[in-house]
């Protein structure tokens, strides 16, 4: 059978993995999807809803197996569809954080309120700016959430939001011009993490094994090339090379079980979500996680 692997940018490991043509030799049958290729879907208003086209295309015939930030998958249980994790990475809390322009008159989260927050919305950074709303005692509809693209490190710097959940490279051009409102690490382990359908999980474990095993060796090959993988994304979009490396190297790679506590984190991002009204029904993280599917990545 045909296997179609979903990859992007965003998720570094599939990107490497795709181009260096490691998965083949045990599963020839893979096809490889961008999924920049595929309809977006409708993006809701972010103070409405989430973007659903990563768990909608595993269900619509897109992709098999797909690799996103952690958002996604519950986005996916959100719509009822019947998903499960394959595997985390590390935490990567050093790829981003909340920031606003240096000169800002806000100095923390409770600032924010009724003020306008850039972010990719739909992706890790929703999670993010969740957590430290809640923590400062508010929630999504005491801001304005601008759902920005590539350029929303300019809208910051320009005056146009007011703060900005950023990420490398995008963050390493204007560090200088940015202060930290609020770091990653200790609020969230914003994670890569993939995911797939069950059906494809229990019918086709062999295949997904032999996914699993592919991505170990290919992330053990980035973290002993940094310069060469970088040079994969920066031919891709036209990027500084040594940004792209400085990202690299302050990710973590390698594939780990998914956890108890993360679990617990997602639960919350769930709940979150749900109380926000991003999402209509609430879901119960656990239900997507498969004990022997945990088993093959410990292994």
Request: glycine letters at 10%; proline letters at 5%.
């Amino acid at each position: 059978m045909t296997v179609r692997v979903g990859y992007f940018p965003h998720n570094n490991s599939l990107w490497v993995l795709r181009h260096r043509g490691i998965l083949e030799k045990s599963l020839p049958s893979v096809e490889w999807v961008d999924f920049r290729s595929l309809p977006a879907g409708e993006r809701p208003s972010p103070q409405e809803g989430l973007p659903t086209a990563h768990g909608d295309h595993l269900f619509d015939g897109g992709y098999d197996f797909i690799g996103t930030g952690s958002t996604p998958p519950v986005t996916a249980q959100g719509q009822g569809h019947d998903v499960v994790y394959v595997a985390v990475s590390g935490s990567r809390h050093e790829n981003g954080r909340l920031v606003v322009r240096a000169d800002s008159p806000v100095q923390s989260v409770a600032d924010l309120k009724g003020r306008r927050v850039a972010l990719g919305h739909g992706s890790w950074q929703t999670t993010l700016l969740l957590f430290a709303l809640d923590d400062a005692g508010l929630s999504w509809k005491d801001i304005e959430p601008v759902d920005a693209g590539v350029n929303a490190a300019q809208l910051l710097i320009d005056g146009e939001v007011d703060a900005w959940v950023g990420s490398y490279p995008s963050l390493g051009g204007v560090e200088e011009q940015t202060r930290t409102l609020v770091r990653t690490d200790g609020l969230f382990s914003h994670r890569s993490l993939w995911f797939t359908r069950r059906d494809f999980a229990e019918k086709h474990f062999e295949e997904l094994s032999a996914i699993v095993a592919a991505l170990k060796e290919s992330d053990s090959w980035i973290t002993g090339n940094y310069r060469e993988a970088a040079e994969l994304f920066a031919a891709d979009d036209g990027g500084d090379v040594e940004r792209w490396e400085h990202a690299l190297r302050h990710r973590p790679f390698g594939l780990e079980p998914v956890t108890e506590q993360f679990v617990a984190e997602q639960q919350r991002a769930a709940d979150l979500f749900h109380a926000a009204g991003l999402i209509d029904r609430k879901v119960v993280v656990a239900d997507a996680v498969l004990p022997e599917i945990n088993e093959l990545v410990a292994r």
